[in-house]
């Protein structure tokens, strides 16, 4: 069984509903534009992934969630993370390396985490979330059928790119959340192109929703640029899962704005395709039907656009005067028993020895 997005009509929202999504998708964008700046200052090492020009995917899922439910995301997690309500100041402060950033600076761009959001990771390894997010869905289940706890009725959202759906994870977590029919979603961010390979180079089959019915699932292509046409098939998605009617694949075919990473040249794509979709951006989109269906004023959306200017400077301060984490948390998390490694026969952690970082990168 299969359907398309092109079934729902365009769908009516109210003025506060409006000005939540115009919101969360000027802060993705302003967030990730600040993190170029910081990068490019030197105030981030590694690699940076943004998400420029995908915003309408992040929005129009998360904000549909519950605090409980479940958020797996991608190296391009830092979006999802502001979307699921990790507060700004936490993530640019793990961007810096800081000990106030959500991970304690442990984490960095590609591994956003915070228990209290139920954001249960950024993950770098393409595909690996996906296992994660499929035992999450399990636990839920499990929760709510065999131990009977009253309100498990949590939904988990597996995000991951077109890359990944050419990766064993990705089948087999399908195969999985069908044959239990758990309650999750995968959300394929198709941006077209991985790295620096085309989508339609890559695969067999280039349209990824078909792969959903091939496992007894509904498969649905959306325009992911379109948050408002993202929204009602999450609204879908996200209700059949809650119900106990089992998983959905969703395809969001999107676009990103930057390169892979901050590092990527972005040389590979051909400017007339970029054009094309910067002419789309699902921000502007979003501005215009506000404007069209009177659900909202230049005036109320330049105070939102000034009032996220001014979140993003805040967290920027922030994590600028935060702390480095101290040495002795470098072994934490590592060992399930630190003392044979971790720690010294003084009972000291290892690490706080000069000796023992000789030769390592000083930040």
């Excluded at 990527?264 to 215009?288: F, H, M, Q, S, V």
């Amino acid at each position: 069984m299969s359907f398309s997005a092109t079934k729902f009509a365009q769908p009516l929202i109210t003025k506060e509903e409006g000005l939540e999504l115009y919101e969360d998708m000027i802060l993705g964008r302003a967030f990730e534009d600040m993190c170029a700046q910081m990068y490019y200052r030197g105030k981030m090492f590694g690699f940076v992934h943004l998400y420029n020009g995908q915003e309408a995917v992040s929005t129009g899922f998360i904000k549909l969630l519950k605090k409980e439910d479940y958020v797996v995301s991608t190296y391009r997690d830092h979006v999802h993370a502001l979307s699921k309500g990790v507060p700004a100041r936490a993530v640019m402060s793990e961007l810096f390396g800081k000990a106030t950033g959500c991970c304690r600076g442990q984490g960095g761009s590609m591994h956003m985490f915070s228990k209290e959001h139920n954001l249960l990771g950024g993950f770098a390894f393409i595909g690996e979330g996906i296992p994660v997010a499929t035992g999450a869905a399990f636990s839920s289940k499990y929760r709510r059928e065999v131990l009977k706890e009253p309100g498990a009725d949590q939904v988990t959202l597996a995000f991951f790119g077109d890359g990944t759906c050419n990766n064993g994870q990705f089948f087999e977590c399908l195969n999985m959340a069908a044959l239990w029919k758990l309650p999750i979603v995968f959300v394929v961010e198709n941006n077209l192109w991985a790295i620096g390979m085309s989508h339609l180079r890559a695969t067999s089959d280039p349209e990824i929703w078909k792969k959903g019915p091939a496992f007894g699932m509904p498969g649905v292509h959306v325009d992911g640029m379109d948050v408002l046409k993202v929204r009602e098939v999450a609204k879908e998605a996200i209700g059949r899962a809650r119900r106990g009617e089992g998983p959905t694949l969703v395809e969001c075919e999107t676009y990103r704005f930057r390169g892979h990473s901050l590092a990527d040249p972005d040389e590979l794509r051909d400017p007339a395709e970029k054009a094309r979709y910067a002419a789309r951006d699902p921000i502007t989109a979003l501005k215009k039907y506000l404007f069209e269906n009177k659900l909202a004023n230049e005036q109320e959306l330049k105070a939102i656009e000034k009032k996220i200017d001014e979140l993003v400077e805040e967290a920027v301060e922030f994590a600028d005067v935060s702390p480095h984490p101290p040495r002795s948390q470098l072994l934490e998390n590592v060992f399930a028993d630190p003392k044979g490694f971790g720690i010294g026969p003084d009972g000291r952690y290892r690490c706080e020895d000069p000796k023992f970082t000789e030769g390592t990168a000083q930040v």
